[in-house]
């Protein structure tokens, strides 16, 4: 109690010389209430209750506020007038970088929440829709997280979306969207050759006299100018290229109302009339000569002479793992910021990003480990071979060291150091042999099954955050076998003291995946097949020779000390 505050209540005259509630505010003012008993949404309208669940991505008190708008609209009047308009504003602080995609999808679970309550009290209005889409995973791809990415984004903002999954023909393409009556085809591939594929298919669509459908094209494989200049100029009709779901969401805004003449691409302005679109040039025969075979002068690269001994001959199994141990391996600028998409929002720096990721991912990663603890479930298939170079191929021999098996033949860089795989390796002509490593790991289909599971339940926040969780767990674990090769073959001098290092390569030797740069053909993992029948650990090859489930990883291992990643150019 104040001195000068007396017992009895008599008190001294005093002059304020601040304003306390001021002062009380600035005390607070970087604190967020944390008190259940706060309501977020007193003194708000109806129509700002419901913006407010869905910006601020809060299902508390849904079915209530959605009882009271609808004493004065109409269902389909709250979704298109209210619901929506929330969306946009999600989308806008999306845009401008003020709001991370695992809250977007937080607030796409309120939307989907919202109209499942709101549909049963709606009769169908014909044209009520905002436009319609068909999307799909084009032929021999497995990748869906994208797509479904998409899916999410654009169903929760009006679109009826026709999602058809992976691997889909143009057969199935052109039929399911005829039959169901889409108006634009959204394709989707994470790999170069589905790039060609998506060339293939918009060459398809004009043999069939379907150029009349607009059709969205997204993938990490793709690039701005190959879909805007390359495939505008052998599509018959309208083709767009989408970096993310926001972007595919603006093109079907446009599609929809009939402007898509002035559309602007998002780093400079494109008019989409055929009239002023000019095609520069074409880069297609380079993309498709990214997946062949060059041959040309050899590099620099001296082998080994005395290359390690054979620790054994042939594959092995191991599927006895401690997963909190495999989880230390998990690299978290990999997954809170690759496959969460958690972005470092303007003007704050790299110390405070740090911090913000700690506060934010990191209670939802330690989640995720405890829960995921009985779901992913790690499994190797590893050996060793006899081997040796001739050129850009490397020879695989049986148990007898000179009966050839098989073998790989590799690209080879074009300029530079003219570097190919097979250089790390002794060349044939020696009469000596090398020696060779192969694993192929997985966390399992358990995985895949509960992403199918929450996505379906639109739990879109949690998809993500599995499925990003789950791949990077298999790589976790590609990265914690291949150091135990690297001690099986006797090279385990160069091991780095701190994770970071190690998910830099700072060891001796290098781990090569198929379909990367080095080693582009996946065509090769039928060969790694044959080597390590990984058949018994659950793993199969899709008909483009993609690894199922998506959940895993193979590699080739290359002893030398001077092997590190490299392009093909």
């Not at 967020?32 to 991505?57: C, Q, Y």
Request: one cysteine or more.
């Amino acid at each position: 109690m104040p001195d000068s505050i007396q017992p009895n209540g008599d008190q001294p005259e005093m002059v304020c010389v601040y304003d306390p509630l001021i002062e009380l505010m600035a005390r607070f003012e970087n604190v967020k209430a944390s008190s259940s008993s706060t309501n977020p949404f007193e003194g708000l309208s109806v129509e700002d209750r419901l913006k407010k669940h869905i910006i601020d991505g809060i299902k508390k008190n849904l079915d209530e506020h959605l009882g009271d708008a609808l004493r004065s609209y109409t269902p389909l009047q709250i979704i298109n007038d209210i619901l929506l308009d929330g969306m946009k504003t999600v989308g806008e602080l999306f845009g401008s970088g003020k709001m991370q995609l695992p809250f977007v999808l937080q607030s796409a679970e309120v939307m989907k929440a919202a109209v499942k309550q709101l549909e049963p009290l709606m009769e169908k209005v014909e044209g009520s829709e905002k436009g319609s889409i068909l999307l799909a995973t084009v032929s021999g791809d497995v990748h869906d997280i994208g797509k479904n990415l998409v899916d999410i984004i654009l169903s929760n903002n009006g679109y009826r979306v026709v999602n058809i999954g992976i691997k889909q023909p143009i057969n199935t393409i052109v039929d399911k969207t005829l039959e169901s009556g889409c108006q634009v085809i959204g394709l989707s591939g994470l790999l170069v050759k589905s790039t060609l594929i998506m060339r293939d298919n918009l060459l398809e669509l004009n043999t069939r006299g379907l150029s009349g459908y607009p059709v969205i094209l997204g993938g990490a494989a793709l690039t701005r100018a190959y879909v805007e200049e390359d495939l505008r100029a052998i599509y018959d009709g309208r083709v767009f290229y989408a970096q993310d779901a926001f972007e595919g969401l603006r093109l079907m805004g446009k599609l929809s109302s009939g402007t898509t003449a002035t559309l602007e691409k998002s780093t400079l302005a494109l008019e989409l009339d055929e009239e002023t679109v000019r095609v520069k040039s074409h880069r297609t025969d380079e993309l498709e000569k990214a997946l062949y075979v060059f041959d040309g002068t050899k590099s620099d690269v001296v082998p080994v002479s005395n290359p390690p001994a054979l620790p054994f001959y042939g594959a092995r199994r191991h599927q006895k793992f401690d997963i909190f141990e495999l989880y230390k391996y998990i690299n978290p600028i990999a997954l809170f910021r690759g496959q969460w998409q958690f972005k470092r929002p303007e003007g704050m720096g790299n110390i405070e990003f740090t911090q913000w990721l700690e506060q934010s991912a990191g209670p939802i990663y330690d989640r995720l480990k405890r829960e995921l603890a009985s779901v992913l479930k790690p499994k190797v298939k590893w050996g060793y071979f006899p081997c040796s170079s001739s050129g850009n191929d490397l020879i695989i021999y049986r148990d007898d060291l000179k009966t050839e098996w098989l073998r790989f033949n590799f690209p080879r860089q074009r300029d530079g150091r003219r570097l190919c795989l097979a250089d790390f390796f002794l060349p044939s002509e020696t009469h000596a042999t090398d020696t060779v490593g192969f694993q192929i790991v997985t966390v399992g289909s358990d995985a895949t099954a509960l992403e199918k599971e929450l996505f379906a339940k639109g739990d879109f926040q949690d998809y993500l955050f599995v499925h990003g969780m789950s791949v990077e767990t298999a790589e976790a674990l590609a990265e914690y076998w291949h150091r135990q090769v690297r001690s099986e073959m006797g090279i385990a001098d160069q091991e780095p003291d701190e994770m970071r290092l190690l998910f830099s390569a700072k060891y001796h030797g290098a781990r090569y995946s198929f379909g990367y740069p080095a080693c582009p053909n996946l065509e090769d993992q039928a060969k790694l097949f044959e080597l390590l029948s990984p058949q018994d650990i659950g793993l199969e090859l899709s008909e483009e020779f993609m690894l199922i489930p998506e959940q895993s990883t193979s590699a080739i291992i290359v002893h030398h000390p001077d092997a590190k990643y490299f392009n093909i150019r």
